[in-house]
């Protein structure tokens, strides 16, 4: 490998390629699944790989793949994502591709005799259907066509209307000869960054099940109605969020958190009492028992506040994902190996979701996390340097270089 600076400038001029697609006037940039601006950043991504004289090509629902040789041998699948929230960060999901394509350059040029591929998934982001993990969802089966076709995009496009302009298929060939898949990522949040730790080399995903809670008041004049007459829909909804913190900060020694991130009043209008509300719930965790502790807390509380109120609950669940543990073995050969390279790491699981999900259910699959600056993430302000990016990418690098020797010796066993 080069020296570390010129590796650096390397990464930062691949970085400087992908920077100004879909900025916004505040300074962040919009990249929404499956759109113009998530198909520039899938050119620019075959243009790079290309002139490094790497394969490129894109499967049926649009990733797009660069490669060191295409066969029916076993690969290696360095992945992520290259679409944004709206007026998001430019280091979400780029920074693993950046990374995927700088390890492809170091296999080139120190001979790593395996085959290996990098994938930019499409839609990793729920922003513009409401859903995450597209792209790698619906390649690995993880997600079915029935479950995406009737989606919609902000701009009111179904997601069948979309893969039909594009010729994409919602019912593609299962990805297969994936004999491992890594992914590089900044954390999105602080523990890195607090420990003072270079990598994360993540244990688990945690599984989010997320629900509608509509609550139904009465909208009434707020200076003609007593304060002993009042059916306020958003006093209850008050009572309702303080109740999931609670559930949450309970059982935040499990790794669970519960969050109340959408409140939508109705009238809205200041001289009108709430008539109307309806909560978005998220509650993640890595156990399965916490989360179906949370979730039965959290249905108590409705029947509690909604009795004492008399006012109606309904509470409505949106989605629902278990868990997932990525591979031990691979963990510990990451971990091994930033202790041969001198990179402090930490330990830890994930509490956002990843493309990670999908390929952990088909074969072995682990995470190298990053710091981000105080662990901002889907946001503007989110940064982390191209000195982190670098050393994930050395991690992940020495990993494969392992894995190199072990795949020789099979491809020798198996010509005899």
Not at 26 to 49: C, K, N, P, Q
Request: aromatic share 8%; net charge negative.
């Amino acid at each position: 490998m080069k020296s570390t600076t010129e590796d650096i400038h390397v990464l930062e001029q691949i970085f400087e390629q992908f920077y100004a697609v879909g900025i916004t006037g505040m300074g962040g940039v919009t990249r929404l699944g499956y759109s113009v601006e998530e198909d520039e950043m899938h050119r620019i991504f075959r243009e790079l790989a290309e002139k490094e004289g790497f394969q490129t090509y894109t499967d049926e629902v649009g990733n797009t793949y660069a490669a060191n040789e295409i066969s029916n041998r076993e690969y290696y699948l360095i992945g992520s994502h290259l679409d944004s929230v709206v007026d998001g960060g430019r280091y979400d999901g780029v920074a693993g591709i950046i990374a995927g394509l700088m390890i492809l350059k170091w296999a080139k040029e120190n001979h790593l005799n395996i085959p290996l591929r990098v994938v930019a998934f499409r839609c990793e982001e729920s922003s513009n259907f409401g859903r995450c993990t597209i792209g790698s969802g619906l390649i690995t089966k993880r997600i079915g066509k029935s479950e995406v076709e009737c989606l919609e995009s902000r701009d009111g496009k179904s997601f069948a209307e979309i893969f039909k302009e594009r010729g994409f298929s919602m019912d593609p060939a299962k990805i297969a000869n994936v004999k491992q898949y890594l992914e590089l990522h900044i954390e999105q949040g602080k523990v890195l960054e607090e420990y003072g730790m270079s990598v994360g080399i993540v244990t688990d995903i945690a599984g989010p099940r997320r629900f509608n809670v509509h609550i139904h008041g009465e909208a009434e004049h707020s200076g003609a109605t007593p304060m002993n007459m009042r059916s306020d829909a958003l006093c209850a909804a008050a009572e309702f969020i303080l109740e999931v913190e609670r559930i949450g900060k309970d059982e935040s020694h499990r790794g669970s958190v519960a969050t109340v991130g959408v409140i939508h009043a109705k009238p809205n209008v200041l001289n009108v009492t709430p008539g109307e509300v309806t909560l978005g719930i998220d509650l993640r965790g890595i156990e399965d028992e916490s989360l179906e502790l949370m979730e039965k807390r959290m249905r108590e509380a409705v029947t509690y506040i909604s009795a004492k109120r008399h006012i109606p609950f309904f509470v409505e669940k949106t989605s629902a994902a278990t868990p997932i543990k990525l591979d031990a073995g691979m963990q510990k050969k990451l971990v091994d190996c930033a202790e041969r390279l001198r990179i402090t790491y930490k330990i830890m699981p994930s509490g956002a979701g990843h493309d990670a999900m999908a390929f952990a259910e088909i074969t072995k699959a682990a995470m190298v996390f990053i710091p981000c600056c105080k662990g901002v993430s889907h946001n503007r302000n989110e940064f982390t340097s191209l000195e982190s990016i670098y050393d994930g990418a050395r991690v992940i690098y020495e990993y494969l270089k392992r894995e190199g020797e072990t795949y020789d010796l099979s491809e020798k066993r198996e010509s005899h």
